[in-house]
């Protein structure tokens, strides 16, 4: 259930309360002629007139408590208290009368400092006029004695009528509540279902991907072992000569390259599956480096990379996947610059955490790109030409991020890029 729900319910709460009161206030005057009280009839008449001028109030403005206390303090010193002290002080067939208003404030208000507030002037009512008497003050009795105890019985009625009505309408109300809470809840559970069930669904189509990426994985695995074995054998053949070994080694770079390609396919679902075991212990961060440069150059033998390192750093992490990301970082650098310019790689200490910066001198990534560039299978739209997945930025972040590291990108369209790396050291 919203707050508009619930604003109508107190809204018509408020409305039935001050009909009720009305309505009796109509029996109240013609009691009061019955039994000649012109005072009860002429005060009651402006308690009618008063009720009724809050309820279009209210219709008008929606001030909830405004009106609510307004028309508490309308009932106690126009309705009940005044009357009383013209009908006999504590006497009165009117003072229990007194007693709708701290339930009335309960109904309307709820419990809050407004109710403390009317309970306590009506029991200071209450205990006033007896006190009066005592002290000597002399109530008047403003009607015929005659029917005293008709006018009590009458009151007496109105006084349990007026609460039972109130009671039932809180009662309705709160029905009401009941039964949209409940709708609530209901609606809540059926949310709740459909979520676990897109879930689920979920987890078995990341189950099955899994299959079919380590199906895929075998597959062709098996040819490029195959291929492998295959330029292993023509190598080493005497009469191939340099021709023959020059084409064996494209092959295995060729070989190599599929190998890394279905490494970057299968690392995301390994990553996932690995994500709750890391293997911490101390690494060093430059031996992971120096074989990342390696695969990079075994596949690009012209290209130049450079290792700047101000000192010798260790983090405390998980060996494999930190060579992962470092490989992927690095070849990123490699596969989207061109092939004979140089990389450079720069380690070293910031305070407690050691920063890597890996610069290219490729084409650069646009502004627009650059909110996305590690979103898993996103590719910029500079290297939309070049081969790739769009996963590689994705495990590199991921695994820095669960390292608790980060990293960062600065580039502009034709002047490279460079990404910062940020881990926490081991000391």
Not at 80 to 92: A, D, E, P, R
Request: charged share 20%; hydrophobic share 45%.
């Amino acid at each position: 259930m919203d707050a508009t729900d619930d604003q109508v319910i107190r809204d018509r709460l408020m409305i039935q309360i001050h009909l009720i009161t009305s309505a009796y206030s109509i029996v109240y005057i013609i009691t009061s002629l019955g039994v000649g009280y012109p005072i009860g009839v002429m005060m009651m008449s402006v308690c009618f007139i008063i009720i009724l001028a809050l309820l279009a109030y209210f219709r008008r403005s929606g001030r909830y408590r405004l009106t609510g206390n307004l028309f508490l303090a309308d009932c106690l010193f126009i309705a009940i208290l005044s009357n009383s002290i013209f009908t006999g002080g504590s006497s009165s067939p009117v003072i229990h009368w007194i007693f709708i208003i701290p339930v009335c404030s309960v109904i309307l208000l709820g419990l809050s400092k407004d109710t403390l507030a009317w309970l306590t002037i009506s029991i200071a009512g209450l205990v006033a006029m007896p006190i009066a008497s005592t002290l000597g003050y002399d109530f008047d009795t403003l009607y015929d004695l005659n029917y005293k105890e008709l006018f009590e019985s009458i009151c007496d009625l109105g006084l349990v009528t007026i609460l039972f009505f109130a009671a039932a309408v809180f009662h309705a109300n709160r029905s009401t509540l009941i039964d949209k809470l409940k709708q609530t809840e209901q609606a809540l559970q059926e949310t709740n279902r459909q979520i676990q069930n897109a879930l689920d669904t979920q987890r078995k189509a990341i189950q099955e991907q899994r299959n079919f990426m380590g199906m895929v994985s075998h597959e062709f695995r098996t040819p490029l072992g195959i291929i492998s074995g295959a330029a292993s054998v023509l190598r080493l053949a005497p009469q191939g000569g340099d021709d023959a070994r020059t084409e064996t080694d494209k092959v295995f770079r060729a070989v190599r390259r599929m190998d890394h390609m279905i490494d970057m396919l299968t690392d995301d679902d390994w990553l996932y599956m690995v994500a709750t075991e890391f293997r911490h212990r101390p690494v060093n961060i430059k031996s992971l480096m120096e074989a990342a440069m390696a695969e990079v150059s075994d596949l690009a033998p012209a290209r130049p990379i450079h290792l700047s390192l101000d000192e010798p750093l260790q983090v405390y992490g998980d060996k494999d996947l930190l060579s992962v990301a470092f490989s992927n970082l690095v070849g990123n650098a490699s596969k989207y610059s061109p092939p004979t310019t140089p990389i450079e790689v720069w380690m070293s200490r910031q305070d407690n955490r050691a920063e890597i910066r890996v610069v290219d001198h490729g084409a650069g990534i646009e502004p627009a790109d650059l909110p996305r560039v590690f979103e898993k299978y996103y590719r910029s739209s500079t290297v939309k030409h070049a081969p790739g997945t769009g996963l590689g930025l994705y495990l590199v972040k991921s695994i820095i991020e669960r390292h608790g590291g980060s990293i960062s990108v600065n580039s502009s369209p034709g002047q490279g890029a460079t990404f910062t790396l940020s881990l926490p050291l081991y000391d």
